[in-house]
């Protein structure tokens, strides 16, 4: 069965420094995600994007945030300068243009700790 | 936008049912949805309701939806201790997506 997959699992990071995290989608899936789950508080949406733009975003995704599809399979998350802030464990999501009931399918997600 | 809240915490003991609730605020959602985490994984969706039904029954699982009221239970029948895990309900923010999340509730299974 397709499925989404993230990497890292885990991403170790000093303050202010650069990360990015990889997401593959399914493969004939045009819209994609990034959500973020800080310890012990709920699930939030980031963005959302589809036809090579963001489509979506909320207050969270700043201009420290940027995503990218370089390619036909990846789509990635960068943050430009870490903060403490931003330890999260960070979800990416894909669904279809049209399905029975427009579900995301979600990665196992990646946990960045920033020190 | 779309408000959803969920109790944290639920404990019961194997065999019996598990209720969670959730309620949410924009009427306008057209899906909404339950959402498990185990532990160290990512969300799984269970199972999901149109906002046009008042239940729906998936093998062990039944949804039950009271739109004039804006809430939503997931009832688990014969819970197993597999069945252990944090239960998301997510209602999209308007119109499909994106969607927004409860706080999830902590199912603990005791043997």
């Known amino acids: 069965e397709p499925e989404v997959t993230q990497t890292p699992s885990h991403q170790v990071t000093q303050m202010g420094q650069e990360v990015i995290l990889r997401c593959v989608p399914i493969?004939?899936?045009?819209?994609f995600y990034w959500y973020r789950q800080i310890l012990g508080q709920k699930v939030e949406f980031l963005v959302s994007f589809y036809n090579n733009e963001i489509s979506e975003k909320s207050e969270i995704f700043d201009d420290q945030f940027s995503v990218e599809r370089p390619d036909g399979s990846n789509f990635t998350l960068k943050i430009r300068s870490t903060k403490l802030e931003d330890s999260a464990m960070y979800f990416c999501?894909?669904?279809?243009?049209?399905?029975?009931?427009?579900?995301?399918?979600f990665g196992p997600g990646t946990r960045l700790t920033v020190l | 936008g779309e408000d959803v809240e969920q109790s944290l915490f639920l404990s019961v003991r194997e065999g019996d049912s598990s209720v969670i609730n959730c309620t949410y605020t924009?009427?306008?959602?057209?899906?909404l949805y339950w959402y498990k985490q185990e532990p160290g994984a990512g969300l799984q969706l269970l199972t999901y309701i149109f906002s046009n039904m008042d239940m729906k029954q998936d093998q062990r699982l039944t949804v039950l939806l009271n739109k004039k009221d804006k809430h939503l239970s997931l009832r688990i029948a014969d819970t197993q201790t597999g069945d252990s895990a944090i239960y998301f309900c997510?209602?999209?923010?308007?119109?499909?997506?994106?969607?927004?999340f409860g706080k999830g509730t902590r199912l603990s299974v005791i043997a």
């Open positions: 997510a209602a999209p923010n308007s119109g499909n997506t994106p969607l927004v």
């Open positions: 924009d009427s306008s959602s057209t899906y």
């Open positions: 999501a894909s669904r279809r243009l049209a399905g029975d009931n427009n579900e995301q399918f």
């Open positions: 493969s004939n899936h045009l819209y």
